[in-house]
């Protein structure tokens, strides 16, 4: 069953959640003397209507699995196709549907488990999971952490719908800066073209730019719908690898993570998921910044290795950091 979970913290933040899918229900920052929502969100009644992964925690292997079919030494497997004949988001029954159960609830964290047994949508040996949202200063941290029984792709990372606005609103009318230098083309399926490429006019994202600034400007872009891209992050001293700031500029919430890529989506497809209030989302209300490693490298050598072996542990973990002026 269900259970709704709320955590707090001394500088003003607050967060929802429910165990369904380890989904986000809200998030508030205070701005000023207010407190802003940061998240799109739904009713707990409705998670089960929506099909756009609604800030749901997503995988076993996030994004996109090429043909559902993983090829590891002699074995071969064969995953639960979830778009068209990929995988997408660990197939048509992902973590983003699991009831996951809570470990440890203190005022302002909450640490989640969740056993996926050998075979589950097809992947290979017994998959266990730790999962803590904590809200530490100004920040929600996410850190994952994860084992398996036998070798198999691992890549979990939070599917957070953000409008720094406060108020339902074209999220084009954000700023967006990504540090990453090269990005992965893909095709009309988001399957990987070829190894990371350079950046280039509207892609790149170097510079803050709000984002219905040359908008479908490029092939992939249109292609695409708008940007549903994994970028290659640069390091940084700091840390920082995106920052996006509301149209009214008073909120700047800065991404922070210890994974490869970033997958910019500008919820190109979010019409027709169900909001808090009577009316529908419409497309391009909220933007996702996922932290993660990068798309089909299961299969693709020269992206990556997402292999995750028995005795290793996964550890993922993205802070987003509020700033408001």
């Not at 749901?56 to 030494?73: D, E, T």
């Not at 056993?115 to 949202?133: A, I, M």
């Not at 850190?143 to 890549?155: G, L």
Request: glycine share 8%; aromatic share 8%; hydrophobic share 35%.
């Amino acid at each position: 069953m269900t259970q709704l979970i709320t955590l707090s913290n001394d500088s003003g933040m607050r967060l929802s959640l429910m165990t369904t899918g380890a989904a986000l229900l809200s998030l508030t920052v205070p701005v000023g003397d207010s407190q802003r929502e940061v998240l799109l969100g739904c009713v707990p009644e409705d998670y089960a209507k929506q099909q756009v992964y609604l800030n749901a925690m997503v995988g076993r292997f996030a994004n996109r699995i090429a043909n559902s079919v993983l090829h590891y030494q002699e074995e071969t497997y064969h995953l639960v196709p979830s778009q068209g004949e990929n995988c997408l988001h660990g197939g048509k029954e992902g973590f983003d549907r699991r009831e996951w159960n809570v470990v440890e609830l203190q005022q302002d964290r909450v640490v989640l488990s969740l056993h996926s047994p050998d075979g589950d949508q097809g992947f290979p040996g017994d998959c266990d999971v730790t999962l803590t949202y904590a809200l530490e200063s100004t920040e929600l941290l996410i850190d994952i952490r994860a084992t398996v029984s036998k070798t198999c792709p691992v890549n979990l990372t939070s599917h957070g719908y953000f409008n720094l606005d406060g108020q339902r609103s074209d999220v084009r009318e954000h700023t967006l800066m990504v540090n990453a230098s090269t990005y992965l083309p893909i095709d009309e399926m988001g399957i990987p073209l070829s190894a990371a490429q350079p950046v280039e006019d509207a892609l790149d994202l170097r510079q803050p730019r709000k984002l219905k600034e040359r908008w479908l400007s490029h092939p992939q872009l249109m292609s695409a719908k708008g940007f549903d891209h994994c970028f290659f992050v640069d390091e940084k001293d700091n840390g920082v690898v995106a920052k996006l700031t509301s149209a009214d500029e008073k909120l700047t919430m800065e991404v922070l993570t210890n994974q490869p890529g970033l997958q910019v989506y500008t919820g190109n497809y979010l019409a027709g998921a169900p909001a808090r209030d009577s009316e529908l989302y419409h497309d391009y209300e909220g933007v996702c910044l996922e932290a993660q490693l990068i798309p089909d490298s299961p299969n693709r050598p020269e992206l990556g290795d997402p292999w995750l072996h028995p005795g290793k542990t996964y550890h993922h973990q993205t802070r987003y950091r509020f700033v408001a002026k």
